[in-house]
């Protein structure tokens, strides 16, 4: 077990949707990094947060935002759900220095019907 | 922007046995961190190894060990006494050290122990 929580742990819903994915750190945790790990892309980076504010950008589509709350979970927003949305979503946190090891959640499983 | 080459999509290897899977990044960064992270098919993600490209000492991890060659930006993995418990995709992971980085994935090893 990482320490780090995801909720819900599959998530089944229709094209045009939207949906929450919700993550924990591990306590003491500042950074939250969202991954989606799909069959054609493999493991591509989202977004990343540090103690609230929005620190990096990856392939993140404009249907989908994030954001970091005071007590330091995240949730990761999709919207306008497509079927090729579906995938493995997960989040991953580390310690105070950004450059240390991310410690991965368990992640979510979006299917879009 | 840098990249991470898995070249083995499968492998597979006898329990007890050894196996290395391979990993080749590009990069003009002088110091960054690499990973090797484990996916069972629970589909968790585990870090198995860190190395830091300034250390010249490879990384060990009880079985696991990693051959780093820096000039030829090599980055393997080396199962020693494989267990059933070790079948899982392998993916390697480069990140920059400049701060407020993600992980740049390769595209994996899968890796079958055989009893």
């Known amino acids: 077990d990482s320490g780090v929580t995801q909720t819900p742990k599959h998530l089944i819903t229709a094209t045009g949707q939207r949906v929450t994915l919700r993550c924990s750190p591990r306590s003491g945790d500042l950074s939250v990094y969202w991954y989606q790990q799909s069959l054609d892309q493999g493991l591509q980076f989202l977004i990343q947060?540090?103690?609230?504010?929005?620190?990096a950008k990856g392939n993140i589509l404009e249907r989908f935002s994030a954001q970091q709350f005071p007590d330091l979970h995240s949730e990761l927003n999709l919207s306008s759900l497509e079927l090729g949305d579906s995938a493995l979503y997960f989040c991953?946190?580390?310690?105070?220095?950004?450059?240390?090891?991310?410690?991965f959640g368990p992640g979510t499983r979006l299917t879009v019907l | 922007a840098q990249t991470v080459t898995q070249s083995q999509p499968e492998m597979s290897v006898q329990e007890a046995e050894t196996v290395t899977l391979s990993c080749t990044y590009d990069t003009s960064e002088n110091n960054y961190y690499l990973f090797w992270y484990k996916q069972p098919p629970s589909r968790q993600m585990i870090l198995v190894i860190r190395q830091e490209a300034y250390k010249q000492q490879n990384a060990t991890e009880n079985r696991f060990s990693v051959n780093f060659q820096k000039a030829a930006k090599s980055f393997s993995l080396k199962i020693s006494d494989s267990q059933l418990g070790d079948t899982a995709m392998y993916f390697c992971a480069f990140m920059k050290p400049s701060g407020n980085t993600p992980l740049v994935f390769g595209k994996g090893t899968r890796l079958s122990v055989i009893a």
């Open positions: 947060y540090y103690n609230g504010e929005e620190r």
């Open positions: 991953a946190s580390s310690v105070r220095q950004p450059t240390d090891t991310q410690y």
